[in-house]
């Protein structure tokens, strides 16, 4: 019989070799399965995920930009519901003052002048509608949404665009309905600095206007229009032949001159011609403004649509990347004991293996 035990194992047959390298194997097993206990993934690079990467690779950004876009319509959602909101009680006012209007002929002057300062004050509540914010963002300004549309709503009443009016429906009784009503209609749809109440952003033709309208990136290469301007329609057309275009600045228009009557004019003789075509201004503008609210609504529910879709497809993807990135947690624990006890009993043969000698299998003299 020949050969001899040395360190490494019987020599000649490379059994100790062999239980080393096979510890080794096990060992490298249990490293990696720990790992995979602690982070929950089949490996912490692409390399290490195997035929997982390219599935991972593909749907991970898919899942972050629809996340992106979910979240463009969140924040887009907050605007709409405080321009929403604005746009409600801005209606409000508009329709009970044009409630009133068939009955501002047969009034008393008493009334008149009730009505008229009532009319002061809705138009101040306009002009502060239209300053809503969201956060630092105000919502009616387009994508000037950091500078108010209406610099300055509390002085309304001392701006140009309201003394300019007052003074048109001051000269009622000497320029008649006709040149008022012209006058009127020009100085509210006129966009001279001293004249508009609204600030520069917003004082431009409604062409240029309608660029500053706010978007949403909801997808690739797709963007929705996501609000409403202070002083331009936004998807909708004023009617009539006495509109600025603008049903806000229609609107703001009939305010002011409704805020601007007295009652020494009732028995004038441009006074029922005034107070006419103010109406039918009025409620085309109440059309226009109750259109364009409710294509935002529309709008609205088309994201919230959009947003469940993006939802449904994140959890879509985030299931097929969990499939190649994430580790089964209850069989890769249990596999963690198995090699553990494998580990340990390679240990245990290589420690018992090393403690043979030749002289124990040797006849005793």
């Known amino acids: 019989m020949s050969g001899s035990i040395n360190a490494t194992g019987q020599s000649g047959y490379g059994v100790m070799n062999v239980l080393i390298a096979n510890a080794a194997t096990v060992s490298q097993k249990l490293d990696t399965l720990t790992n995979q206990v602690s982070t929950g993934l089949i490996g912490t690079t692409y390399a290490g995920l195997g035929a997982g990467a390219q599935v991972s690779l593909d749907l991970s950004p898919q899942i972050a930009h629809a996340n992106t876009w979910s979240a463009n319509i969140d924040a887009a959602d907050g605007n709409m519901q405080i321009t929403q909101t604005a746009m409600a009680r801005i209606q409000q006012i508009a329709n009970n003052f044009y ?22 004050g809705a138009l101040q509540q306009v002009a502060e509608m239209l300053n809503s914010q969201n956060g630092n963002t105000y919502v009616f300004a387009g994508q000037d949404s950091a500078n108010p549309p209406v610099p300055n709503p509390d002085s309304i009443l ?16 000497t320029n008649g309905a006709a040149a008022t ?5 020009a100085i509210a749809g006129s966009n001279a600095a001293g004249t508009s109440p609204f600030s520069a952003s917003q004082s431009q033709p409604a062409a240029t206007l309608q660029a500053q309208i706010p978007t949403v990136s909801i997808g690739q290469g797709s963007s929705v229009a996501v609000g409403l301007l202070a002083s331009a329609n936004a998807s909708v057309t004023s009617t009539g032949t006495s509109t600025t275009g603008s049903y806000m600045r229609d609107l703001m228009r009939g305010l002011a001159t409704i805020g601007s009557l007295s009652s020494s004019q009732v028995g004038l003789s441009g006074y029922t011609g005034l107070i006419s075509d103010t109406t039918t201004s009025l409620g085309n503008a109440i059309t226009a403004m109750a259109s364009d609210a409710g294509n935002l609504g529309y709008t609205q529910a088309n994201l919230t649509a959009t947003q469940t879709t993006l939802a449904d497809t994140v959890t879509a993807l985030t299931a097929q990347v969990s499939s190649a990135q994430d580790v089964n947690m209850a069989a890769t624990l249990s596999h963690l004991q198995l090699v553990q006890t494998q580990l340990q009993s390679s240990y245990q043969l290589i420690a018992n293996y090393s ?3 030749l002289v124990k299998f040797l006849p005793m003299a």
């Not at 409630?99 to 002061?120: F, I, K």
């Not at 009503?181 to 209609?185: F, G, P």
């Open 355 to 357: 403690n043979l000698s």
């Open 181 to 185: 009503v012209a006058s009127t209609l």
């Open 99 to 120: 409630g009133q209007m068939p009955n501002l002929s047969g009034m008393t002057s008493s009334e008149v002048d009730n009505v008229a300062a009532e009319a002061r």
């Open 158 to 173: 001392t701006s140009g665009f309201y003394t300019q009016i007052n003074a048109a429906v001051a000269a009622l009784g």
